[in-house]
């Protein structure tokens, strides 16, 4: 498998991870002890806020132990060159994943249009960020096995 | 406008240049050896700066190195 595939991987698993305990996390300290918190819009601020900077520290320590990993297991060094292809299937992945979040936002949107809950909007925006980052990883895997 | 093919001759091109492997080919033009064997398969068409950095690392004009054809 290219380096670049495992990189991928790397973060659809990461992702994944980091969005599954982060929820469980939050549900449990929050919603569980207070359900009326999730119509307080402070919350949902601060949940995604606070989302951001677990998201990067995660990620880059992820990084790191598979860098150290890899090395270790096929003795291959950090990449030396980014080209125009990978650079052209970064592009269409980022494409791909705007159009997921575009998406998810009009139906975030939609749900407060037809007078649904708050917190739908906020759960629907949250999904849609976490599938588009998906949809962009699984496009790129695809678009490296495909050539382009 | 029919359909168009660009097929080329890297393959036969690398080993008549004391065969040269896809990874000296891909340092020679600063691509990764991913990107060299894509092209060679027809999977993916480099844009027109590195289609001449190859046929430089040839010493060959680029229609050698490259063929377009339409249908």
């Not at chain 1, 380096?3 to 990461?14: D, M």
């Not at chain 1, 975030?108 to 909007?121: D, E, I, T, Y």
Request: net charge positive.
């Amino acid at each position: 498998m290219y380096r670049r595939e495992k990189e991928i991987i790397v973060t659809l698993i990461s992702m994944t991870l980091i969005m599954v305990l982060y929820s469980l996390y939050v549900y449990n300290k929050y919603i569980a002890v207070n359900p009326e918190v999730i119509n307080d819009f402070r919350f949902w601020g601060k949940a995604f806020l606070i989302l951001i900077p677990v998201t990067i520290v995660t990620i880059i320590i992820i990084y790191i132990i598979f860098f150290i990993i890899n090395k270790i297991v096929t003795n291959e060094d950090l990449p030396q060159v980014t080209d125009e292809r990978d650079r052209m299937i970064e592009l269409k992945g980022i494409r791909i994943s705007h159009w997921v979040f575009v998406f998810g936002f009009m139906l975030a949107m939609a749900s407060q249009a037809f007078g649904l809950k708050p917190w739908v909007l906020f759960v629907v925006l949250f999904g849609s960020g976490f599938v588009s980052t998906l949809a962009e990883g699984i496009a790129k895997i695809c678009y490296y096995r495909k050539g382009y | 406008m029919g359909k168009c093919f660009i097929s080329n001759n890297i393959r036969k091109l690398r080993f008549s240049n004391d065969e040269m492997t896809q990874q000296e080919l891909a340092d020679k033009t600063s691509v990764t050896r991913q990107t060299i064997v894509a092209i060679e398969n027809g999977k993916y068409f480099p844009t027109l700066e590195l289609a001449f950095r190859i046929s430089r690392v040839f010493k060959t004009p680029l229609e050698e190195v490259f063929t377009f054809y339409e249908e």
